[in-house]
């Protein structure tokens, strides 16, 4: 079992549409969380990180629970220029090393 | 201001061959990572630097796969006798003065190895 673990889509949503995904990690000593972006062929870029007590960053919340070692990205009122595999990425305690998923790829449909 | 660039963005090889790949990263930056990104993959963790010092090389598949950074800026990720399954992209990240702090990628070498 990986040790971050993804849904890897395709997620087709319309213009518009609310989407949300989950990503399962099972180190509970995980400390730090991320959301990182990545389009065709180009590198990650960091999307937001992720709080205990949730964060918000315009159409993008996110959510941590640390009771069931999951983080969520909800992406409201989707725009194509969505598009893109969003990567869940960990750190474990007191370590730099990123742990990746193997991301969920996005299609917002006009 | 530059972010970590990449260097060369593509790679053919020859399967033996040795490929040497750069990156430099963002000015000022202690901390550099290197990372191997399958096709269909998230990246996966190979090596860390902070400062010339490398600190942790437990991701690096095998012996064949050296990094070095000697003057605790630009890095080079060298793999010798290439092989099939070495094709892959190869990403640069760069953190700040702390090895905590968020890592900013590089746009990669797509490395393919014939």
């Known amino acids: 079992r990986k040790e971050v673990e993804q849904d890897p889509g395709p997620f087709n949503v319309p213009e518009g549409a609310t989407v949300a995904f989950n990503c399962t990690y099972s180190?509970?000593?995980?400390?730090?969380f991320f959301w990182y972006r990545q389009d065709c062929r180009k590198e990650p870029k960091l999307l937001m990180s992720?709080?205990?007590s949730g964060n918000e960053d315009g159409r993008f919340t996110a959510q941590l629970n640390r009771a069931s070692q999951y983080i969520s990205l909800l992406i409201r009122d989707s725009k194509l220029s969505d598009s893109a595999t969003y990567l869940c990425?960990?750190?474990?305690?007191?370590?730099?090393?990123?742990?990746f998923g193997t991301g969920t790829r996005l299609k917002v449909l006009a | 201001g530059a972010g970590v660039s990449q260097s060369p963005r593509y790679k053919v090889a020859k399967r033996g061959q040795d490929v040497a790949l750069r990156c430099d990263p963002i000015?000022?930056?202690?901390?550099l990572f290197w990372y191997q990104q399958a096709l269909g993959q998230g990246p996966e963790f190979l090596t860390y630097?902070?400062?010339?010092?490398?600190?942790?090389k437990s991701g690096l598949p095998s012996d064949r796969f050296f990094a070095e950074r000697p003057e605790g800026s630009v890095s080079t990720l060298k793999i010798q006798r290439t092989q099939q399954e070495d094709s892959a992209v190869y990403l640069c990240?760069?953190?700040?003065?702390?090895?905590?702090?968020?890592?900013?990628f590089g746009p990669g070498t797509r490395l393919l190895v014939l």
């Open positions: 990240a760069s953190s700040g003065k702390t090895s905590m702090e968020t890592q900013y």
């Open positions: 180190n509970s000593a995980s400390q730090s």
């Open positions: 992720v709080y205990s």
């Open positions: 990425v960990v750190t474990r305690s007191g370590t730099y090393k990123y742990i």
């Open positions: 000015s000022g930056h202690v901390s």
């Open positions: 630097f902070q400062n010339e010092a490398q600190l942790d």
